[in-house]
């Protein structure tokens, strides 16, 4: 096993006078500048994304503002109601203090694809011709948002006894596996380079749904993989002796993920 150190990074990325801008608040803007950017790129790029679909510069401003709150709602539902429901249910005001963190990936997808819906449902294009340019652009959201979960010292790992180990200042003094930085690695690089090869070497946005479902599949799988060595919530714990709620959330994605890939390689 590999010993590394905690790194001296405060969570302030600078302040003006009371005003201060986060990490982890910087992660989520500078992803979503990338994915709209990005999806702009992809959709007008007609050697690699040639189906009859109207994505103008309009739709993707609409999809990407309302990909913006559905993930924000999205998240902090789900967080309130798969990892601390007893909680909040005695503290319904407290749903609205985003300020104090707690937010869901799963929660945030499900926001996500409510607002490729209806903005598809608008504009009277695909879902997946809409999803799959969402899906190809947010693993580097999830890449910096990962890595602004390590500077912060949370959602850390479970005491380690392989691959790496170090002490997180707001745990306790054993070492724990920097899951977060496994995920930033797997959810985040390598599911974006695995997208891009399949959308420019293969040309699977040409397949609606590909792509979408290449996403929700390899997610899953690297999340459930990545639980082995996260710690649970501690207001959670284990599910049975053994599965954490990020297993049992990720369990969906991959079936979904298996089922939409082969009904768009079919097609």
Not at 102 to 126: D, M, T
Not at 150 to 161: D, Q, S, T
Not at 178 to 196: D, K, M, T, V
């Amino acid at each position: 096993m590999i010993y590394l150190s905690f790194p001296s990074i405060s969570p302030i990325f600078f302040s003006i006078g009371p005003l201060e801008i986060r990490w982890y608040s910087l992660a989520y803007i500078v992803g979503f500048i990338f994915a709209w950017r990005y999806i702009k790129y992809l959709s007008s790029n007609k050697k690699i994304y040639d189906v009859k679909a109207n994505i103008n510069e309009k739709l993707v401003d609409d999809l990407v503002f309302y990909s913006i709150l559905g993930l924000i709602i999205g998240a902090r539902i789900g967080y309130v109601l798969f990892y601390n429901f007893a909680y909040y249910s005695d503290n319904v005001v407290e749903i609205f203090y985003l300020w104090q963190g707690g937010l869901s990936f799963h929660g945030g997808l499900i926001g996500i694809i409510i607002a490729a819906l209806l903005v598809s449902r608008n504009f009277k294009c695909s879902f997946f011709e809409v999803s799959d340019l969402i899906c190809v652009s947010a693993p580097v959201g999830i890449f910096f948002g990962r890595i602004a979960n390590f500077i912060n010292g949370e959602l850390y790992g479970r005491p380690a006894n392989f691959l790496f180990g170090m002490i997180f200042p707001n745990a306790d003094d054993q070492f724990r596996h920097p899951s977060q930085l496994y995920e930033a690695f797997l959810e985040g690089l390598l599911l974006f380079i695995i997208l891009n090869i399949l959308i420019f070497r293969y040309y699977k946005l040409k397949s609606p749904g590909y792509v979408s479902g290449a996403f929700l599949l390899l997610y899953g799988v690297f999340r459930y993989s990545v639980e082995f060595t996260r710690e649970p919530d501690v207001q959670v714990g284990y599910i049975a002796n053994f599965f954490t709620m990020g297993m049992l959330l990720s369990i969906p994605m991959i079936i979904a993920g298996l089922t939409i890939l082969l009904l768009a390689n079919k097609k």
